[in-house]
């Protein structure tokens, strides 16, 4: 359930009519529910409330907007980090530093000592030479890193492709086989606190098996660990709980999800983390747009052509993902569509023959579930700047990121002066 409905025949966002944010803001805009984010990471903390110990890590790659992780850090959830950059967003929104994970394959120097000094809860070590570098940078400066080992089961998430990340051929973690020789390894080195073991095998998960059978490859582990005298506190599942884009679709609940869990760590005596991203926050925005023209240029379906574009919702172009497209004021009239953004590339295309809305030159629109992996991958391809933010809470809003103007990025650049 999200907060985007139609009033009166408009589409609000909570008690706020889109076509309010975008007289105040312009479009293209993200507009979030905070309702919408509250509920999620309530109903995943109370779906694993049936689980004996559990740390929540919202993982920021979803959505790092600071307004978003206050949100996340009030309804006590902490942080999964990928970077010194999320990071130091974790911090600045006020999470505590020992509620921070910090996974991702190729954590550089720099961002290794920062996750140290400040503090952090754990590392996932995603391979024994980021092990002993991390090792050897914490003995410096004479501290001790809390580390899980992340393990790669070979299991396939049956997802797409670009998103999966549990099989052995993708670059994530080390190979489970492998993963008892590399973790006494580690735990014997000073430095590291070799307290467990993390998987995650992809994003957008549309069933409860592939976890499962992950997670069964994950215990079988934590007894080979724990038979040969390491010590196993902790176990980070990850993310991965996929939601519907369209209407209609059913996904497994956070209930069935925590179900599944508790069957598959009975018995295991640890900490159980998680790492949730799109489930919390993927149906909590929308992408405001505004239609530049209709294009009718053959008998075939009309372009609707929107002034978003594939700079600021990655997902269609990247991935062929569907979003639902809605029109702010439906008529309850439709058409077939198909519908593209302003860019020079085929591949800015959100859809092709939608049967949508009956849409004209300066109509709004929403593209549906967009608060995940949606301005996080915005990118200012062909000029256009980057995407504002808008956050709504009941009757009011606020923007939560500006609009960056391509001024304010060509500003950051520099004619050299042998080219005067
Ligand atoms: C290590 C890690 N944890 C958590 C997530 C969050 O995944 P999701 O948004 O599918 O829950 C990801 C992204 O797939 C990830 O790479
Ligand atoms: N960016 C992807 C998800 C990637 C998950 C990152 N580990 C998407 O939009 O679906």
Redesign the pocket.
Known sequence: MDHFELKNGVLHAEDVPLTAIADAVGTPVYVYSRATLERHAQVFRDALSILPRVHIAF?I??NPNLAVLRVMKREGLGA?V?SAGELARALAAGMPADDIVF??VGKQHHEMIAGLKAGIGQF?IESEEEGEELAEIAASLGLTANCAL?VNPDVDARTHAK?S?GKAENK?GVPIDRAAGIYARLASRPGLNMRGV?V?I????SELEPFEEAFAKVGALVAELRAAGQSVTHVDL?????VPYKAGETFPSPEEYAAMVARATEGWDVTLMF??????C?NAGVLLTKVVRVKRSSNKAPFVIVDAAMNDLARPAMYGAWHDFDAVKPSGDRMTAHIVGPICETGDTFAMDRDCDALVAGDLAVFRTAG??GATMASSYNSRGFVAEVMVDGDKFAVVADRIMPEAISASERVPDWLE
């Open positions: 993982a790659k979803a999964d990928v996974s991702g996932n992340r998103i990340t994530f993390a995650h992809g994003s957008q998960l990850g993310g991965g709980l996929g790492e949730p991203g799109r489930v919390i993927g995940a992996y």
